[in-house]
T-cell receptor, first 116, second 112 residues
C-alpha cells in the first residue's frame, strides 16, 4: 500500500492529557499537510511542511498544538492539555510540489480524537 | 467568512441518472479546484480537479465544469451508481499557495 497512512485511527483521552498522532506520507511526496474536520464541516487547514521545514501555520493551531517532520518523511502532531473542543478527525495529506504548478493533495484515513 | 460554499447539504438521485453537485466560491484568487469524495470514517479521496485556465475537465463518469465569471463550479456524475453514495467536498487553492479551502460538503445518496 503506497497511500498516506495515519496512526492511530482512533484515540480516546481525558481532558488535560497529551496526545500524539503520526502520519506517513506517500514516499516521493515532499509536502505534508495537517487538517482538522469537525462534524458537518469540511476539513480545515492546520499546518504544512515542505520536506522538514514547517512553512505555514493556521490561526487554528493554538500554542497547545505542535507539529514536526524531523527528517522530511513522517510527521507527528501533538496536542498538549487536550480540551473537549479538540475532539475532531485529524487528517494528514501529502503532495509532490514540482516548480510552481498546481498540486493534488492525497489524504490519509484520519485519526478520530475524542476528548472526554 | 466562508470562501467555498456548497449550498446543498444533500442530494438524492436514482441509479443511472445524472448527479449534479454545485459549489460557489468568493475568492477570485482561487485558480485550482478539486473535488473529493468521502465515506464515513475514512479520509477524503481525490476525484477530479480543474485549473482556472480550463472550463471543463472529464474523467470517466465524472466531469467538472468551471464558470469563472460566476465563480461557480459543478461536478457531474453520469450515470450515477449506488457506490457513489458519499459526501462530496469541493476545495480550492490560490496560485503559489498550497493550502486547500473546503466547502462543507454535499451528501449524495444514489438509490437503486
Amino acid at each position: 500500500d503506497t497511500g498516506v497512512s495515519q496512526d492511530p485511527r482512533h484515540k480516546i483521552t481525558k481532558r488535560g492529557q497529551n496526545v500524539t498522532f503520526r502520519c506517513d506520507p506517500i514516499s516521493e511526496h515532499n509536502r505534508l499537510y495537517w487538517y482538522r474536520q469537525t462534524l458537518g464541516q469540511g476539513p480545515e487547514f492546520l499546518t504544512y511542511f515542505q520536506n522538514e521545514a514547517q512553512l505555514e501555520k493556521s490561526r487554528l493551531l493554538s500554542d497547545r498544538f505542535s507539529a514536526e517532520r524531523p527528517k522530511g518523511s513522517f510527521s507527528t502532531l501533538e496536542i498538549q492539555r487536550t480540551e473537549q473542543g479538540d475532539s475532531a478527525m485529524y487528517l494528514c495529506a501529502s503532495s509532490e510540489r514540482i516548480g510552481t504548478g498546481s498540486e493534488t493533495q492525497y489524504f490519509g484515513p484520519g485519526t478520530r480524537l475524542l476528548v472526554l | 467568512d466562508q470562501q467555498v460554499k456548497q449550498n446543498s447539504p444533500s442530494l438524492s438521485v436514482q441509479e443511472g441518472r445524472i448527479s449534479i453537485l454545485n459549489c460557489d466560491y468568493t475568492n477570485s484568487m482561487f485558480d485550482y479546484f478539486l473535488w473529493y469524495k468521502k465515506y464515513p470514517a475514512e479520509g477524503p479521496t481525490f476525484l477530479i480537479s480543474i485549473s482556472s485556465i480550463k472550463d471543463k475537465n472529464e474523467d470517466g463518469r465524472f466531469t467538472v465544469f468551471l464558470n469563472k465569471s460566476a465563480k461557480h463550479l459543478s461536478l457531474h456524475i453520469v450515470p450515477s451508481q449506488p457506490g457513489d453514495s458519499a459526501v462530496y467536498f469541493c476545495a480550492a487553492s490560490e496560485g503559489g499557495y498550497s493550502t486547500l479551502t473546503f466547502g462543507k460538503g454535499t451528501m449524495l445518496l444514489v438509490s437503486p
